[in-house]
């Protein structure tokens, strides 16, 4: 058939537009996928322009190594952060506590005993969890698992360590259940039934077999939900109180490094003073403990990963 002018003229304007799309689109693309590097690099460097601009007034030895924090005391102000990293380390260690074996046990059944119509029901729910606004988590460690533990504990006080901690543990199951489960389903099933074949119970072959090939990620799930926890919040800050203490209580108040942070935010300091400024300096403090645990999350994911 012929092709007459107009349509040869058509189709070399659309091979064009064409042509200019494909050159364009990549642009497009690499400019969306550096929002997030640029938000990055704003955030880091907001903190350490205005945590440069605290050190100028507060001695950085003073700073890492103190183990007094009264930024609002009438006399002279004292900003130690020990005893902040200290209440956030309780935390942390009885979150992992609650967590680590709950969520690795819930893997281990979902990966190796449930069936399939179970796992399709009891994955949603279980990851229902992570959906959770935190401010309700912290309003039930405050009004119903402090109470409780009260109840068997009387020493413990209205504001502590375990409840919050208990509560973030709660919370960070999903990450840890579902991470792990992950990990374990991607181990071939050839290797399962090699296990079984030379008589191993289903257990032996979990818990001796599944869970060593899977290792890197189920450590690597442990280590970004410990990052989760250190960077908690509301729940802290409801159930765990503002009082920052460089001790081993647990049954008392506390105070950790986002608590103090809320606490700062909520007004009780004026704009350009150095308790306004400490809140940077604990915030970028924060941000080198989840930076350094989600380095350590991924050295741990190559450092132990099976190919298969």
Known sequence: MRTSVQEMIAQSKGKKNKKFIEKFIPWILLLIASVSVLTTIGIVLTLIIETITFFQRVSVFDFVFGTTWLPFSNKE?????????????????????????????????????????????????????????TIVYGF???????????????????????????????????????????????????????????????????????????????????VLAVSRAIGETMIVSLAGGSTPKFDGDFAGSIQTMTAYIVQVSKGDAGYGTTIYYSIYAVGFTLFLFTMLMNILAQYVSKRFREEY
């Open 77 to 133: 102000e004292l900003y130690g952060i020990l005893p902040l990293i200290v209440g956030t380390l309780k935390v942390t260690l009885i979150a992992v506590i609650v967590a680590v074996p709950i969520g690795i046990s819930a893997a281990i059944y979902l990966s190796e005993y449930a069936s399939e119509t179970v796992r399709r029901i009891v994955k949603p729910v279980l990851e229902v969890l992570a959906g959770i606004p």
């Open 140 to 222: 039930f460690a405050l009004t119903f698992v402090t109470p409780l533990l009260q109840s068997v504990f009387p020493e413990i006080k209205i504001f502590n360590a375990i409840s919050p901690g208990i509560v973030v543990g709660i919370m960070i199951i999903p990450m840890i259940a579902s991470l792990s489960e992950d990990a374990m389903s991607s181990v071939p099933r050839s290797i399962r039934d090699g296990a079984l074949a030379m008589g191993s119970t289903k257990f032996e072959v979990a818990w001796k077999v599944i869970v060593p090939a899977a290792l890197s990620g189920i450590i690597a799930s442990v």
